[in-house]
Each structure stands twice: as structure tokens, then as C-alpha cells.
């Protein structure tokens, strides 16, 4: 269905910049320190009721384990579980990459992450990966979902139906399961909750790939 509201446009913009960076930046090292500590700030019913997306009980259990999660503020621990769960150097707990779960060689750069890289350049859509970087990280395409639904909104359907919606909520999922730790447990909750709510409100309809992992 096309949906024509500026709004709903800017709500999903929304979705992808405040979730990005928790999936990009390292909690002690990246840049998003600002964020972790907006939302150790949070009142969480108010928050919950201001969310644009997903059903209010997983909006507000995902927020609530969050705050939780950064009650210490941005700890050692939650450091480690960061690099644990997305980037080793021991075997990830949840590699964030899409033709990780995709591909049945587990790899990545598998099929799905050449199928985004192609639809990028037909669609003339600058990857904002780093050289070697795979398109298909989590938070890379968050960030790329908020710039779709900004600047080129009229390919925001597509781009969830065929590249995002079909592996992010199977993989959220893992890293509920994966993690050690609240605040990323609750990222997870909120990230499947908002994007099970934007495809809801698209009405869109996804055809699940087989998962690998």
C-alpha cells in the first residue's frame, strides 16, 4: 500500500537514526556516547507512549532493559559484550551481517549483500560502508532506511521487502538469544518491535529466504 504521510515518512527516519548507531559504534571507542547516555536518561513510559512503531508492550520492554542495561552508565561490561556479540576477534555471537544468516556458506559478501550492492547502484544510492564493509550490516542499513525514507521515500517498500524485512527480524531474534547482557537484549526487542510495526504500517508482505544460521 502507498502511504503518502510525510509523517510516517519521518517516523521511520526516525526508527533507523536513533537505532543505527547502537548497532555501529562501540560503547567506549565509536562516537555515539550521546546516545547511550540519552537513553540511560530516559522515562520510559513517556518514551514508550512517544514510539512511533511496534506493539506498546515489546516498545516498552525493549526501553525499559535498555535503561537498565546503562543504569552503571557505559561499563567495561558493556563494552566487551559489544565487541563479543558484532566483532571478535574471538567467533561473533551475532555477526550483523545478512549473508551471515542468508548464505549457505554462512559468509559474507554472500549472495544477499551482492543483491543490496546491485540494487544500490541501479537505484544511484552511495553505500556509506567502509572499504571491505559489507552493505548488509544491521546498523549500515538502519541508517540507510532512515535515508530512503528521507530523501528517496518512494523506494523505502522495496528496500524492506527484498533487502532488510527479509533476514533483520531472524537475526534480532539470535542476538536476544545471544547476548549476555540487558542493554543489548533490549535493543534487539525494540529494533524487531519497530520494524515488525513499519512493515505494518507499509502492509508489506515478505518472502522469507532459508536461514543458515
Known amino acids: 500500500m502507498g502511504i503518502d504521510s510525510e509523517q510516517v515518512y519521518e517516523e521511520v527516519a526516525f526508527i533507523g537514526e536513533t537505532l543505527a548507531p547502537f548497532f555501529l559504534q562501540d560503547p567506549k571507542t ?5 546516545a547511550f ?9 513517556a518514551a514508550t507512549d512517544e514510539w512511533p512503531f511496534g506493539r506498546k508492550e515489546d516498545v516498552d520492554a525493549g526501553l525499559s532493559e535498555m535503561v537498565q542495561g546503562l543504569s552503571d552508565g557505559i561499563t567495561d561490561d558493556l563494552m566487551w559484550e559489544y565487541r563479543r556479540l558484532f566483532i571478535g576477534p574471538t567467533p561473533k555471537a551475532a555477526p ?13 559478501f554472500g549472495e544477499s549483500a551482492l543483491a543490496l550492492q546491485r540494487w544500490m547502484g541501479e537505484q544511484g ?12 550490516h544491521i546498523g ?5 532506511m532512515a535515508w530512503i525514507a528521507r530523501e528517496r521515500p518512494e523506494l523505502l517498500e522495496e528496500y524492506l521487502q527484498d533487502h532488510l524485512l527479509t ?6 531474534d539470535g542476538l536476544a538469544a545471544a ?21 505494518t504500517s507499509f502492509d508489506i508482505s515478505v518472502t522469507y529466504p532459508k536461514f543458515y544460521r
Do not use: N, R
Request: with cysteine.
Open 30 to 34: 565509536g562516537t555515539a556516547a550521546p
Open 37 to 45: 547516555e540519552a537513553v540511560a536518561d530516559l522515562d520510559v513510559a
Open 96 to 108: 550483523p551481517w545478512g549473508s551471515v544468516y542468508t548464505d549457505h556458506e554462512c559468509v559474507i
Open 125 to 136: 544510492i552511495e553505500s556509506h560502508a567502509g572499504a571491505g564493509e559489507p552493505p548488509d
Open 140 to 144: 549500515l542499513m538502519l541508517a540507510l
Open 167 to 172: 533476514w533483520a527480524p531472524h537475526f534480532l
Open 179 to 199: 547476548t549476555e547482557h540487558p542493554f543489548y537484549k533490549g535493543l534487539a526487542v525494540l529494533t524487531k518491535a519497530s520494524l515488525e510495526g513499519i512493515q
